[in-house]
């Protein structure tokens, strides 16, 4: 009996989680023109990659936009993946995040690096539709707390790493968010490794210490590159754990 209790409970659990539906458009090449540029709705097309903490700390705000905004469209390229050789080859993208602001097929505007949800909605020059329906407000429920681990394997400046994200949901909010990015240095390029770490350094973008196999760059809820990022914090466990998954990470 509570053997089937738990079983129970584990269904329960994968059918909550399945119901988060964040609204998010994945693209390649091959959804390209009919995912925006025929999109008959305004696109915010997001460029990012899984080894960069702008990149993850966004997720939220697009979370939000695209579960309060049903007239616009969030649609996400993940430059890590393959599929995506015209995209890359079609548009500028010198940097990440970058989010393209797509109106009837053309490039309106293009925002760089972690922005807040009101300057996309600027750059997009968004004005709610009339016809459009807003999204129903939900009540908030209070939850239970509860933590959240995601990894994937990805790259940093063209070096192979792993990006682990943790975080601690508390009862209407994220309390926590904590970036590990391990970058693994080939003996080849061993003498480059404090160079590099130095370069990482100066950036302010969170702690780095050497390793075994390379080094480690570490960003936690307090940094200063977090605070200046001003994460909304608002996603509840099942949109985060879907966004990240959106972006290639597996969690548990």
């Known amino acids: ?54 990149c993850l700390i966004m997720i939220p705000t697009l979370i939000g936009i695209a579960k309060n905004y049903p007239d616009i469209k969030i649609a996400t390229v993940g430059i890590d993946e ?15 995040p970058t989010f ?16 807040k949800e009101e300057e996309l909605l600027a750059a997009l020059q968004y004005t709610p539709s009339p016809l459009a329906k807003p999204a129903a407000k939900q009540k908030k429920v209070k939850n239970a707390k509860r933590n959240m681990v995601c990894k994937t ?10 990006v682990t994200i943790s975080f601690v949901f508390g009862d209407y909010e994220i309390e ?5 990015t391990d970058v ?37 809820n307090n940094c200063r590159f977090m605070k200046a990022m001003d994460m909304k914090r608002t996603s509840t466990y099942g949109e985060m ?9 597996s969690c548990q």
Do not use: W, Y
């Open 82 to 96: 393959p599929g995506i050789d015209k995209i890359k080859a079609t548009l500028p993208i010198r940097a990440f």
């Open 100 to 115: 393209f602001m797509v109106r009837d097929g053309k490039i309106v505007n293009q925002l760089v690096g972690a922005v």
């Open 184 to 220: 693994f240095v080939p003996p080849a390029m061993e003498s480059q490794r404090v160079q590099m770490m130095e370069h990482v350094r100066s950036s302010g973008k969170g702690e780095v210490e050497p390793t075994m196999t390379g080094f480690r760059i570490h960003i936690d």
């Open 1 to 54: 009996m509570k053997r089937l209790f738990a079983f129970l409970l584990c269904i329960m659990a994968v059918a909550a989680f399945a119901a988060e539906d964040i609204k998010i458009v994945k693209v390649n090449d091959a959804n390209f023109e009919s995912e925006v540029l025929h999109s008959k709705k305004p696109v915010i097309l997001d460029i990012t990659s899984t080894s960069c903490p702008p």
């Open 241 to 249: 754990r879907a966004g990240l998954e959106l972006q290639g990470f």
């Open 153 to 162: 394997p990805g790259q940093f400046n063209g070096l192979k790493n792993l």
């Open 176 to 180: 926590n968010v904590d970036i590990v």
